[in-house]
């Protein structure tokens, strides 16, 4: 049947199972905003406050839900406004398809009004990057997107079509998506020495990242933790993996992991990282990373191998198919005085925060037992970002949405906003600092015109409060430009966009503020006020080993 750009555009998200795209839209892409409209009963499109919003909350969607994410901007400022959250998207592995219109193509490479090459500009944060010219070739090049994206390690993709290709028409044939078969690359041998590095281990950790999420390896991790009988510590991606309630669970490694799982890899013969790519976040100083350890690496990417720690032996391929081979073949083992040496640390360097006062901490541990646990949490990048690493327990995967390797502020509202849309039946809260809040507060607009029922936790300090924190310890308190001398008032923002607010101030008005908050029927904004020198704590100081993890306590010392 002949179809035109547009109505192929959509067609082929149709095959592709997509009912739900965020955008805005503009002058190039207004031929597939005009199809949108008439088929507005088959889409349900979430028209952003900013397009930066429209990616994050596609990446939001797609870490949550495990689909692609869509979204949708026009040429010029329109797309360029993406590249942050495709970037954002590329750190992480999430996998979304950008969908920008250019100028036509006579006017391409001609400085033409609103044109820039997106293709281009965005080729480093990328998977692909396609720039479609001939109608006849977009159906297939959107086909490839999609699987270029989903397959091996997810990522973003870009499809850049020419306004003229939206408008021209050509024959269009529906072609069925089969799901593709698991990616393995993994020798015999290679099982062979992952095995025989498992069974002499006499002190083995298991070290899970944003990979064990992905693969949806859950069942299969939780079966080879407890055959193998080891510890477990997770990354900031790897939250949700690996139930942190379990006996066997010790916490985040790296900068603000706990003592437990710093010491323990620091002193364990056998580290296995399942999913995870070795990020100068967790390792510190890579020199002196888990020194006393052979390294087994699991990862279906075969460029993480090797990066930036040696491994002894790796396993190339799909960690969930990896770990039913492995678990198959393993027998049952026991490390009683291993793991309890490790108990004995868990015992000794609990995590803790000051009682007496309202903080971060105490917010985050109210709010999971109102919850349960079973809400998606999102977060912007700060200290906001560690407690809730450290003092939420996630039970299950694809519940923590958070800028891991790209660091965004304010990433947190628009993802919440796609994780709530992905998720209609799920509670879904973003907790922001403050100075995240504001780079993207405008997206309150979003919630509030669609009535999503959304939670936003200002962790309000009135400073940039990591960067105070490093000011603080390494800077000689020079706080160059990290305070809030403003008069900017949350709550009233917030009234403004169209949504609840409520500020606490003090322990006694945060269960009740929480709890209001969590029966609301729309979005509730709760401004937080905290002191501002709060700091996160265990921390490793940058290049340092892991094993120098510092806190209050040992300041104090000093």
Same mark, same amino acid.
């Given at each position: 049947?002949?179809?035109? %750009?547009?109505?192929?555009?959509?067609?082929?998200?149709?095959?592709?199972?997509?009912? @739900?795209?965020? &955008?805005?839209?503009?002058?190039?892409?207004?031929?597939?905003?005009?199809?949108?409209?008439?088929? +507005?009963?088959?889409?349900?499109?979430?028209?952003?406050?900013?397009?930066?919003?429209?990616?994050?909350?596609?990446?939001?969607?797609?870490?949550?839900?495990?689909?692609?994410?869509?979204?949708?901007?026009?040429?010029?400022? &329109?797309?360029?406004?993406?590249?942050?959250?495709? $970037?954002?998207?590329?750190?992480?592995?999430?996998?979304?398809? $950008?969908?920008?219109?250019?100028?036509?193509?006579?006017?391409?490479?001609?400085?033409?009004?609103?044109?820039?090459?997106?293709?281009?500009?965005?080729?480093?944060?990328?998977?692909?990057?396609?720039?479609?010219?001939?109608?006849?070739?977009?159906?297939?090049?959107?086909?490839?997107?999609?699987?270029?994206?989903?397959?091996?390690?997810?990522?973003?993709?870009?499809?850049?079509?020419?306004?003229?290709?939206?408008a021209n028409s050509c024959e269009y044939k529906p072609v069925k998506i089969s799901d593709e078969e698991p990616y393995t690359a993994y020798t015999e041998d290679d099982l062979k020495a992952a095995i025989k590095l498992i069974k002499t281990s006499k002190k083995p950790y298991i070290y899970v990242g944003g990979g064990a999420v992905i693969s949806g390896a859950?069942?299969?991790?939780?079966?080879?933790?407890?055959?193998?009988?080891?510890?477990?510590?997770?990354?900031?991606?790897?939250?949700?993996?690996?139930?942190?309630?379990?006996?066997?669970?010790?916490?985040?490694?790296?900068?603000? %992991?706990?003592?437990?799982?710093?010491?323990?890899?620091?002193?364990?013969?056998?580290?296995?990282?399942?999913?995870?790519?070795?990020?100068?976040?967790?390792?510190?100083?890579?020199?002196?990373?888990?020194?006393?350890?052979?390294?087994?690496?699991?990862?279906?990417?075969?460029?993480?191998?090797?990066?930036?720690?040696? @491994?002894?032996?790796?396993?190339?391929?799909?960690?969930?198919?990896?770990?039913?081979?492995?678990?198959?073949?393993?027998?049952?083992? +026991?490390?009683?005085?291993?793991?309890?040496?490790?108990?004995?640390?868990?015992?000794?360097?609990?995590?803790?925060?000051?009682?007496?006062?309202?903080?971060?901490?105490?917010?985050?541990?109210?709010?999971?037992?109102?919850?349960?646990?079973?809400?998606?949490?999102?977060?912007?990048? %700060?200290?906001? +970002?560690?407690?809730?690493?450290?003092?939420?327990?996630?039970?299950?995967?694809?519940?923590?949405?958070?800028?891991?390797?790209?660091? @965004?502020?304010g990433y947190g509202l628009g993802a919440c906003i796609g994780a709530q849309v992905g998720n209609p039946d799920k509670t879904c809260i973003n907790i922001a600092g403050d100075g995240c809040f504001r780079m993207n507060m405008n997206e309150l607009a979003t919630a509030s015109r669609y009535n999503l029922p959304i939670i936003e936790i200002i962790i309000d300090?009135?400073?940039?409060?990591?960067?105070?924190?490093?000011?603080?310890?390494?800077?000689?308190?020079?706080?160059?430009? @990290?305070?809030?001398?403003? /008069?900017?008032?949350?709550?009233?923002?917030?009234?403004?966009?169209?949504?609840?607010?409520?500020?606490?101030?003090?322990?006694?008005?945060?269960?009740?503020?929480?709890?209001?908050?969590?029966? $609301? /029927?729309?979005?509730?904004?709760?401004?937080?006020?905290?002191? +501002?020198?709060?700091?996160?704590?265990?921390?490793?100081?940058?290049?340092?080993?892991?094993?120098?993890?510092?806190?209050?306590?040992?300041?104090?010392?000093?």
């Open positions: 049947m002949q179809l035109t %750009g547009s109505q192929i555009v959509l067609e082929c998200l149709k095959e592709q199972g997509v009912d @739900t795209v965020f &955008g805005y839209p503009g002058g190039t892409i207004l031929n597939i905003y005009d199809e949108l409209y008439k088929q +507005q009963d088959d889409f349900l499109h979430i028209l952003t406050s900013h397009e930066q919003g429209a990616a994050h909350a596609a990446d939001g969607y797609a870490r949550s839900t495990g689909k692609v994410g869509v979204c949708m901007a026009t040429s010029g400022p &329109g797309s360029t406004n993406l590249v942050t959250g495709i $970037a954002t998207a590329y750190m992480d592995s999430v996998p979304i398809v $950008a969908i920008t219109c250019n100028v036509n193509l006579p006017l391409l490479g001609k400085d033409t009004f609103q044109e820039v090459d997106i293709a281009g500009i965005t080729m480093p944060i990328t998977k692909h990057g396609y720039i479609v010219k001939d109608v006849h070739k977009l159906a297939d090049t959107i086909r490839k997107a999609f699987k270029i994206a989903r397959t091996g390690r997810p990522g973003p993709v870009i499809v850049d079509i020419t306004k003229d290709v939206t859950y069942d299969e991790l939780k079966e080879f933790a407890e055959k193998i009988d080891a510890p477990v510590c997770d990354t900031l991606m790897g939250k949700g993996a690996f139930d942190s309630e379990h006996e066997l669970y010790t916490g985040m490694i790296g900068m603000h %992991g706990t003592k437990t799982s710093n010491y323990g890899v620091s002193e364990c013969d056998l580290l296995i990282t399942l999913g995870a790519r070795f990020s100068d976040r967790v390792i510190g100083n890579a020199k002196t990373f888990a020194t006393k350890a052979k390294i087994l690496q699991i990862d279906i990417d075969a460029a993480e191998i090797n990066k930036n720690i040696r @491994t002894n032996v790796a396993v190339i391929g799909d960690l969930k198919s990896v770990l039913k081979v492995l678990n198959n073949r393993l027998d049952k083992m +026991q490390h009683t005085e291993w793991l309890k040496k490790i108990s004995d640390y868990k015992a000794k360097f609990p995590l803790s925060y000051e009682e007496d006062k309202l903080t971060c901490p105490y917010i985050i541990e109210e709010l999971y037992k109102l919850t349960g646990g079973e809400a998606i949490i999102s977060t912007d990048v %700060g200290q906001h +970002q560690m407690w809730t690493a450290q003092y939420y327990k996630f039970k299950n995967p694809r519940t923590f949405l958070t800028s891991g390797g790209l660091g @965004t502020m300090n009135h400073v940039l409060g990591m960067v105070r924190q490093w000011q603080t310890l390494f800077y000689d308190k020079h706080y160059s430009q @990290t305070v809030f001398e403003d /008069k900017v008032d949350y709550c009233k923002v917030a009234e403004g966009l169209g949504c609840e607010a409520i500020r606490i101030t003090n322990k006694s008005e945060v269960v009740p503020a929480l709890q209001k908050a969590l029966s $609301a /029927k729309g979005p509730v904004v709760l401004d937080c006020m905290i002191e +501002q020198d709060d700091k996160v704590f265990p921390m490793v100081p940058a290049g340092a080993s892991i094993s120098e993890a510092f806190d209050a306590s040992d300041l104090a010392k000093k």
